[in-house]
């Protein structure tokens, strides 16, 4: 059984990785998770913030993860653990290098071109073998347009692309007017690939103390349904790597997003609550899937129900819409 893939032009063993999170900040981490058998280590973001100095929205950004978090999961640092700085993240490239085999793929989130886009070079220089943008932004003025925001993610990646020559990925946000038209832009911007997708705090409102707290709780597999229509419509509209990236916690749902059409599958919350281990229950249950299914490799898997493959391809679109609300009975 060959379950190798190829994901931004790194040839894999395996299409499973943790995605981005504090989990690997810490060594012994990762050599679990190289021994779970995953394929490449993504890192937590460093915040264009961080490299500019701005600690007061570091912080905020640190301690929304700890509240949410740190008690609901085993595996989240501790806060010194966490706060790595620009010069200590590029320090953990060579050290994650240097205690693994495993690809390492660096994470730089920022939402306008500026100085931190330098870093892109410097994680280059440390060693990464790719470079994952985030480019988390939430558009919440009415005076700027999609178009307009879709421009500011397309400059990022085009500097960026100009900075490095390591494969670049770039992970979306799912509320964009046209995920796919801004995927192929991407694509067209010689990014390597796109991580479907992030996920957000969504504000809840306190009614006891009348406040808004942001909350975001871990993901269940019900997330991954928004990633399967994306990847099921895009897998055939572009040539460049699809990642799936939230709602991942069963071998099922692996085999979901790679049938979709995604070549590499991103695990976090299931790796943060049930530790580095996990991944290779998920891997053994990939290979079971596929020796039910009769899959011989992960590459005839790969989009093997995109919308261009499956049988009812109006499942992935608006015809779905109608027959799931017929379908309702009280
Ligand atoms: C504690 C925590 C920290 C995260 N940190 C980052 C980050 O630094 N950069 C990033 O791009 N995504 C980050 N994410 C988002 C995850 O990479 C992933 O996209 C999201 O959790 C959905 O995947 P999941 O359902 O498997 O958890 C973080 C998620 C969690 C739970």
Redesign the pocket.
């Known amino acids: 059984m060959n379950l190798s893939t190829n994901y931004l032009g790194l040839k894999l063993r395996n299409p499973l990785m943790p995605?981005?999170?504090?989990l690997v900040d810490n060594l012994d981490n990762v050599r679990r998770l190289q021994d779970a058998g995953a394929s490449a280590i993504?890192m937590?973001?460093l915040f264009a913030e961080q490299i500019d100095g701005n600690q007061i929205a570091v912080d905020k950004h640190i301690s929304r993860?700890q509240d949410n978090?740190a008690e609901a999961?085993n595996f989240?640092p501790n806060v010194d653990e966490y706060e790595l700085g620009p010069q200590e993240y590029l320090d953990q490239i060579a050290k994650i290098k240097a205690a693994t085999q495993l690809p390492v793929i660096a994470?730089l989130?920022g939402t306008h071109v500026g100085s931190w886009i330098e870093y892109a070079a410097q994680i280059e220089k440390a060693g990464a073998d790719a470079l994952?943008l985030?480019t988390?932004f939430l558009a919440t003025l009415a005076n700027v347009s999609a178009a307009t925001l879709e421009q500011r993610v397309i400059a990022i990646v085009s500097a960026v692309r100009k900075a490095v020559k390591i494969p670049v990925a770039v992970?979306l946000s799912p509320y964009y007017t046209s995920v796919a038209h801004l995927a192929s832009r991407i694509e067209a911007e010689g990014a390597n690939g796109v991580?479907m997708?992030?996920?957000f705090f969504q504000p809840e409102i306190d009614v006891e103390n009348l406040e808004v707290h942001p909350k975001l709780d871990?993901?269940t597999s019900e997330?991954l349904r928004l990633r399967l229509r994306w990847l099921g419509l895009l897998r055939d509209q572009v040539k460049f790597s699809l990642a799936a990236?939230?709602?991942?916690h069963t071998a099922d749902d692996v085999a979901r997003a790679l049938l979709a059409g995604a070549d590499a599958v991103?695990?976090?919350?299931?790796l943060?609550t049930r530790g580095p281990g996990r991944l290779a229950e998920l891997l053994k249950g990939l290979e079971e899937f596929m020796a039910r299914h009769e899959y011989e490799s992960v590459s005839q898997m790969v989009g093997a129900l995109s919308l261009r493959n499956c049988p009812d391809p109006e499942a992935y679109e608006r015809g779905n819409y109608l027959r799931t609300l017929q379908l309702w009975k009280e």
């Open positions: 995605g981005a999170s504090p993504v937590h973001s993860w978090f999961t989240f994470s989130n994952e985030n988390y992970k991580v997708f992030n996920r871990l993901s997330d990236s939230g709602g991942v991103q695990v976090t919350a299931e943060l």
